[in-house]
Structures are given as C-alpha cells and as structure tokens.
C-alpha cells in the first residue's frame, strides 16, 4: 500500500536538523531520505508504491517542536535507489494541475528546469512559509497593534525588508492585520524598539471617519498588544531600530 503522508524534521528536533537547510536540488525538489530502520522498510516501499501508482501525499515539514506546515498535494517524482532517497515536488504539486503540470518523457523521469533556479524559488516559498507559520504561531494568530484574531486578515510583516537583507526569522517578524501591515510598509504606522506604536504625524492631524480615528490613530504612542510569550521570539530591538529610523525620516 502507498504511503499517506512524510514528516520532515523540525529545528531542534532528533535529528538537529534545521528546516531553513533542507537539502534541494537544483530543480527545486525536496531530497527525502529512505529510513535506515530493517523495521522500518516497510516505509521505504510505501514510498515506491505512491510514486508507482502516483498517489498524492501529505508533508508535514516541521516548523518548531510540535509545529508542522502541511503540504497537499505533494508527488514523488523521483526514487533514487542508489542514495537512498525520493524527490518531493511540494510547489508544482499543490497547483490545481497538480502532476498534469509536470512534463515527463518516461514515466520516472524528471522534468527539466534551469540550474539552479528551481532551487532558488522553491527555497524562497518554503522560507516564506516557514517565517509566516512561526511568526502566526509567536503572536497567538493576533495582530501584534490590534489583537485582531483572524488569520486570514493576518500577515507576517518583515521588519526589515528582503531587499535591505532582512533574513525569514522570526525575531524579523511582526504579525499584523492587513490594515496595519500596510501602514507598517508605508511608513505610516511604525514600531519603535521598546514595542511602542507610532503613527505619522500628518497622518495624526487628518479628521476623517472612524477607520482612521480607531484603526491609526487611537494606537498612536500606545504598547503593542500582542507579542510573544518567549521572549526570545520577539522582535529585535535592533531590526526595530533599523525600520523606525526609516519611519522617523518618512
């Protein structure tokens, strides 16, 4: 019978391994590897059969101890008997297409794809997921100004941005709702390095409705609402200082 499911191991986790260094090729697939186990290879031919029968499989890549991000579908495009392993498509295979997007000339093998660049955007989704499960799951899946509680209003925000060399971590994010994440990224709302939330003096002077009055300004010189429990998990008071200087010369 075909496997169901992978789990992947998570920072800190048995393996030590950390989920950010997932071993990818340079088509941009996930190398899992067979277990070692002789009990176990019963595992490894579960995986043989889903990629004979082409059955669609759940990863759950670990985030953190006792949090995973759930992957479906996910499809074995490859067993590698020599090292031991299987390829994961886990970006392709989640489209509507699903496999009918791959391109095979023989069952077995592998689609072609530029060097390297499928492993840079693979890399660079996983990331993106990654950071936005551990920021929802530092915030208590609130809005760090508001408390807002409803995830699917909620963005993990980087505080200092991809393209100033911001790193996916957790102590780079802040979960806010959709409103003040946008204000956040137009220097409308800032954060200053002892959690306080400021808002943009010419947007403090505007008299306009109720959004602007509860949703800005009323936050104005006030303690975020939310931040993380462990303190190691909060924001970093020097990425913090980097983005509030950029919001003070707004």
Not at 7 to 17: L, N, V
Not at 99 to 115: I, Q
Not at 225 to 238: C, F, I, L, T, Y
Request: aromatic letters at 8%; one cysteine or more; charged letters at 25%.
């Amino acid at each position: 019978m075909g496997a169901l499911s992978l789990t992947s191991g998570a920072p800190g986790g048995r393996k030590g391994r950390n989920v950010y260094d997932d071993v990818l090729t340079e088509q941009g697939y996930v190398e899992y590897e067979f277990v070692s186990s002789p009990k176990k290879q019963h595992q490894n031919q579960a995986l043989r059969d889903a990629f004979h029968y082409g059955l669609p499989l759940i990863y759950f890549r670990g985030i953190r101890k006792s949090l995973f991000d759930a992957y479906f579908p996910v499809w074995i495009v490859h067993v590698d008997e020599e090292k031991k392993r299987v390829l994961l498509n886990i970006v392709d295979g989640a489209t509507p297409g699903g496999r009918l997007d791959l391109t095979f000339s023989e069952h077995g093998a592998l689609p072609e794809s530029e060097p390297a660049y499928g492993e840079h955007v693979v890399r660079t989704r996983l990331h993106q997921r990654d950071f936005r499960a551990s920021v929802m799951y530092s915030y208590r899946t609130q809005c760090a100004v508001c408390s807002l509680g409803h995830a699917r209003l909620l963005d993990a925000a980087h505080i200092v941005p991809d393209r100033d060399g911001g790193i996916p971590d957790v102590n780079n994010g802040l979960s806010l709702c959709k409103i003040h994440h946008s204000a956040f990224d137009a220097n409308i709302l800032g954060v200053d390095p002892n959690y306080k939330v400021h808002i943009r003096h010419d947007i403090l002077n505007e008299a306009d409705g109720p959004m602007l009055k509860h949703g800005l300004q009323d936050h104005h010189g006030q303690p975020l609402r939310v931040v993380p429990q462990n303190r190691n998990e909060r924001a970093g008071k020097d990425h913090l200082e980097y983005r509030f200087s950029q919001f003070q010369d707004a």
